[in-house]
Each structure stands twice: as structure tokens, then as C-alpha cells.
């Protein structure tokens, strides 16, 4: 199985179309999203091309192919422009070799471990920074931000296959 792994993307249609546009020359079987899609968030800058509904046009495009789980400036309101199931705290993956935890990351996180089984993997969104590190028992993912990156990174994404995880600029 192949994924490709995104997180906070915050309105920005400029990159949920680079984004996209990754996703079609990627060919992942799924591109699973770590929450905060639509909305920007008080904490941050509008991001370039603040569309929200152009965003929701775009993911909505890829709906059957999406996993997504619930950001902290996801809402209710949000579900309702989208096609696919947001509002879920987290979703568990098998990627073929790992158990894979994902969530945004206000919850659990690198702060805040879950117990799960040595080996399994955290996958979160919500620093904006990307991450790639043992914590405890796990080994802690995070893809960085599509829109609004953090920490002197790049606009980011991950790509899985095979048990192996690629970060990847947009």
C-alpha cells in the first residue's frame, strides 16, 4: 500500500492544488489528511489563496480516496462542505508492516504518548514542523504543514510505501 500523508492545509487553495497535483503524479492508494483543513485558525496568518471553498471543491474531487482525521480548527461546519469523513480524533492504518496511529496531534502527540505496541508508529499533523523520531516505544511522524510550514521548513508532505516513510517538498 502506498499513502500519501498530509497535514494543515488551512484554506490555502494555491496549495491544495500543488498538493493535488502531487497526489495524481504520486499515485498513492490513499492520501490520508491529518486534520485542519479548511479554516486558518486564529494563531495563524491567512495562508496564500485563502479559499476555503475551493479547498473543499478539491478534496471533495478525491473523496473516495481520502482518510482524514479531525483537526483542532476543524468543525461541524466544516463536515458539511466536505464528501469524506473529517471529525473522527483518529484512525488506525496498517501499512503492511506497522501499526500506524494517526491523528492531528492536540491530543496525543510527542507530549502526550498513547499506549500502542513497541514498534508502531504516531502520525501527527498540528506543529506544523516536520518530524521524524523515536519517542518512548514509537517512532513519531510528522509531514509538516501543506500551507503555513513552521520552523525554517519547507511546505511538505510524506509518502509511505512498503513500511517506509519519504518526506517530500510541494
Request: glycine residues 10%; hydrophobic residues 35%.
Amino acid at each position: 500500500m502506498k499513502l500519501m500523508i498530509a497535514s494543515d492545509i488551512h484554506g490555502s487553495a494555491y496549495w491544495c492544488e500543488k498538493m493535488t497535483e502531487r497526489f495524481h503524479e504520486e499515485k498513492p492508494d490513499r492520501l490520508l489528511l491529518l486534520g485542519d483543513l479548511l479554516y486558518h485558525g486564529p494563531r495563524n496568518d491567512l495562508p496564500r489563496d485563502y479559499a476555503p471553498k475551493r479547498v473543499a471543491e478539491l478534496l471533495n474531487s478525491l473523496a473516495d480516496r481520502i482518510l482524514c482525521v479531525r483537526g483542532n480548527c476543524d468543525s461541524e461546519v466544516d463536515q458539511m462542505m466536505l464528501d469524506f469523513p473529517i471529525l473522527s480524533d483518529y484512525c488506525l492504518v496498517y501499512d503492511g508492516v506497522h501499526e500506524i496511529l494517526a491523528t492531528h496531534g492536540h491530543g496525543y502527540g510527542p507530549d502526550k504518548l498513547p499506549r500502542l505496541p513497541d514498534g508502531s508508529i504516531l502520525l501527527c499533523g498540528h506543529t506544523h514542523i516536520p518530524a521524524d523520531r523515536q519517542e518512548g516505544n514509537l517512532r513519531y511522524l510528522n509531514p509538516g504543514s501543506v500551507s503555513i510550514p513552521k520552523g525554517g521548513s519547507s511546505n511538505g508532505y510524506l509518502i509511505c510505501r512498503d513500511g517506509s516513510f519519504e518526506a517530500r517538498t510541494l
